[in-house]
């Protein structure tokens, strides 16, 4: 029995558990690649031009997840001030997004910012705008890049709140290092950051401490700015699932009826300038002109890019869903993936850049407890590096490409 239990204990150690995630998470993509070589689709590299960025600044994510990495293993993250850890996880998300984006050529891919792209109603509006004022296409994109990366702190807030200070603290560096930084060029980075802020507010507002008026107001709030990220991202609107199961998890019925009130509101602004958001969205949904991949080709594209986004902490997170308290988070970051998988079938285009909004929130259970009402495990160092690592090797194939 005694051997038994030994077994068991050391089964569920942080190394083991990271070792699991890595393995299935690199058996999986493996996997998903031969079936995409076979299904005769195989990848084709960079969707865009190149900066041709050189030597010594195609080394700089190499530094930044080299520090990040350092500051993990001593644990810093888990002693310094919690304004001072969120101020530099954003700073390091930023500086991740940004130099990623300059490796892989996306700074300088003005599709992400034409006509040619699908883009949101709002998205479309601010981006024309832009390129009429001849903002350069690389300032317009190192600012989408800052503004998606508020996102990490916001997720943080809203993990403290349901799980705990110590589990956002751990999950930190796993935001701020996450491979999906590499889709964070696109601009439904913006819905990103409002995403998380929606549901950010939506756990601050049902705080059980908070007194009602208060949480009525916070609860309005949060539908403003879900209408708002519906407006940049089509996806998005399907983080409601997460705030209708944050407010039933904290018994806050009323607070439905508050941010379902003020959704509409953004939505029939926008209306009210042009801006009709059913009508975009069955636009957006219309093949015009097929990519060539076909219904397996693209769900077999999907399934490489969302494990190459998700990293290992992806594997590491759906294998703990059973064990943290904020599966609220996971079923608005699967139902805003799905959604965005599904319409990608549809219209035979993937587009990762549609699934920015729930990604995040498919990552927070990596550092989730082995067991029920347990303790969070330590941020697991190896998953974090073999994740930043194959983010920093497609970004350099697409340069390549």
């Given at each position: 029995?005694?051997?038994?239990?030994?077994?068991?204990?050391?089964?569920?150690?942080?190394?083991?558990?990271?070792?699991?995630?890595?393995?299935?998470?690199?058996?999986?993509?493996?996997?998903?690649?031969?079936?995409?070589?076979?299904?005769?689709?195989?990848?084709?590299?960079?969707?865009?031009?190149?900066?041709?960025?050189?030597?010594?600044?195609?080394?700089?994510?190499?530094?930044?997840?080299?520090?990040?990495?350092?500051?993990?293993?001593?644990?810093?993250?888990?002693?310094?001030?919690?304004?001072?850890?969120?101020?530099?996880?954003?700073?390091?998300?930023?500086?991740?997004?940004?130099?990623?984006?300059?490796?892989?050529?996306?700074?300088?891919?003005?599709?992400?910012?034409?006509?040619?792209?699908?883009?949101?109603?709002?998205?479309?509006?601010?981006?024309?705008?832009?390129?009429?004022?001849?903002?350069?296409?690389?300032?317009?994109?190192?600012?989408?890049?800052?503004?998606?990366?508020?996102?990490?702190?916001?997720?943080?807030?809203?993990?403290?709140?349901?799980?705990?200070?110590?589990?956002?603290?751990?999950?930190?560096?796993?935001?701020?290092?996450?491979?999906?930084?590499?889709?964070?060029?696109?601009?439904?980075?913006?819905?990103?950051?409002?995403?998380?802020?929606?549901?950010?507010?939506?756990?601050?507002?049902?705080?059980?401490?908070?007194?009602?008026?208060?949480?009525?107001?916070?609860?309005?709030?949060?539908?403003?700015?879900?209408?708002?990220?519906a407006l940049f991202g089509y996806a998005a609107v399907l983080l409601a699932a997460g705030v209708?199961?944050?407010?039933?998890?904290?018994?806050?019925?009323?607070?439905?009826?508050?941010?379902?009130?003020?959704?509409?509101?953004?939505?029939?602004?926008?209306?009210?300038?042009?801006?009709?958001?059913?009508?975009?969205?069955?636009?957006?949904?219309?093949?015009?002109?097929?990519?060539?991949?076909?219904?397996?080709?693209?769900?077999?594209?999907?399934?490489?890019?969302?494990?190459?986004?998700?990293?290992?902490?992806?594997?590491?997170?759906?294998?703990?869903?059973?064990?943290?308290?904020?599966?609220?988070?996971?079923?608005?970051?699967?139902?805003?993936?799905?959604?965005?998988?599904?319409?990608?079938?549809?219209?035979?285009?993937?587009?990762?850049?549609?699934?920015?909004?729930?990604?995040?929130?498919?990552?927070?259970?990596?550092?989730?407890?082995?067991?029920?009402?347990?303790?969070?495990?330590?941020?697991?160092?190896?998953?974090?590096?073999?994740?930043?690592?194959?983010?920093?090797?497609?970004?350099?194939?697409?340069?390549?490409?």
């Open positions: 029995m005694t051997t038994v239990t030994r077994a068991r204990r050391n089964a569920g150690t942080p190394q083991r558990r990271s070792l699991s995630a890595i393995l299935w998470w690199s058996a999986l993509t493996l996997a998903a690649l031969a079936a995409w070589w076979t299904a005769g689709t195989p990848p084709t590299g960079g969707s865009g031009p190149s900066l041709g960025v050189g030597w010594p600044l195609a080394a700089a994510p190499v530094l930044i997840a080299v520090l990040g990495l350092l500051a993990v293993h001593q644990r810093r993250h888990e002693r310094v001030p919690w304004p001072v850890l969120l101020a530099g996880a954003y700073l390091v998300c930023a500086a991740w997004t940004i130099t990623l984006a300059a490796t892989s050529g996306a700074l300088s891919d003005r599709s992400r910012f034409g006509a040619g792209e699908a883009a949101p109603p709002l998205s479309g509006r601010l981006l024309a705008e832009l390129a009429g004022s001849g903002v350069d296409g690389v300032a317009a994109a190192v600012l989408v890049c800052l503004v998606g990366a508020v996102a990490t702190p916001l997720v943080a807030i809203a993990v403290r709140s349901l799980c705990g200070e110590l589990t956002s603290r751990r999950l930190l560096p796993v935001l701020a290092l996450a491979p999906y930084a590499l889709a964070g060029a696109n601009v439904e980075a913006l819905a990103l950051a409002l995403g998380a802020a929606t549901l950010a507010t939506a756990t601050v507002a049902s705080d059980p401490d908070r007194p009602g008026p208060r949480r009525l107001l916070l609860a309005a709030a949060c539908g403003l700015l879900l209408g708002t990220a209708v199961c944050v407010f039933f998890v904290r018994r806050r019925p009323l607070l439905n009826v508050a941010a379902a009130a003020t959704f509409f509101v953004p939505l029939l602004l926008a209306r009210a300038i042009g801006l009709d958001w059913t009508a975009d969205l069955a636009g957006a949904l219309r093949v015009d002109a097929a990519t060539g991949l076909g219904l397996l080709g693209s769900a077999l594209a999907a399934a490489v890019v969302l494990l190459v986004l998700g990293g290992p902490a992806l594997a590491a997170s759906l294998r703990s869903i059973r064990t943290t308290p904020g599966w609220p988070f996971l079923v608005a970051g699967a139902a805003v993936v799905f959604a965005g998988v599904v319409a990608g079938l549809v219209t035979d285009r993937v587009n990762p850049g549609s699934w920015l909004p729930g990604l995040p929130w498919l990552l927070m259970a990596a550092t989730a407890p082995d067991r029920q009402g347990g303790p969070s495990i330590p941020t697991p160092v190896s998953v974090l590096a073999v994740g930043s690592a194959s983010a920093y090797a497609v970004a350099l194939l697409s340069q390549a490409g």
